[in-house]
């Protein structure tokens, strides 16, 4: 009963953050969760596009809007769009139950290293900041 409560805190405590929730592959969870990797990419694509980011007037960016800024670069647009702003990123490993939840230092775009699975070209690179929860702890 004891470990069911706190559960139940661990919960309430993390609820009215904004969190970006994140599947991974083995490889990269295991790196994440031993504090190796830093930092989670993300292709440059109108979905990820859509997900990390909002237009400088808060509104959602949508599909149309989304192919049409990638055919310019994201300087170029001094209205927008400008990053979400996500407290915390859940990492689960694959889709299973197994997740750690790590503190957000902020999304941006650029070149990460390849020895933590980054492309050789611009991407989403999400920051990491210190651990905040292990769902299988609990």
């Given at each position: 009963a004891r470990r069911d409560r706190t559960k139940r805190r661990t919960?309430?405590?993390?609820?009215t953050m904004n969190i970006l929730y994140l599947p991974l592959k083995k490889e990269w969870y295991e790196m994440i969760e031993a504090g190796i990797k830093k930092e989670e990419y993300r292709e440059f694509k109108p979905y990820w596009l859509q997900r990390l980011m909002l237009w400088a007037d808060g509104e959602r960016i949508d599909k149309i809007s989304a192919e049409r800024v990638m055919e310019h670069p994201i300087g170029t647009f001094e209205w927008g769009p400008q990053f979400k702003d996500y407290d915390a990123v859940c990492?689960?490993?694959?889709?299973?139950?197994?997740?750690?939840?790590?503190?957000?230092?902020?999304?941006?775009?650029?070149k990460g290293r390849p020895e933590w699975g980054a492309p050789?070209?611009?991407?989403?690179?999400?920051?990491?900041?210190?651990?905040?929860?292990?769902?299988?702890?609990?």
């Open positions: 919960r309430k405590r993390f609820k990492f689960s490993y694959g889709y299973t139950k197994r997740q750690m939840l790590w503190e957000c230092k902020g999304i941006t775009i650029g050789d070209h611009e991407t989403f690179i999400i920051k990491l900041g210190n651990r905040l929860n292990d769902e299988r702890s609990q």
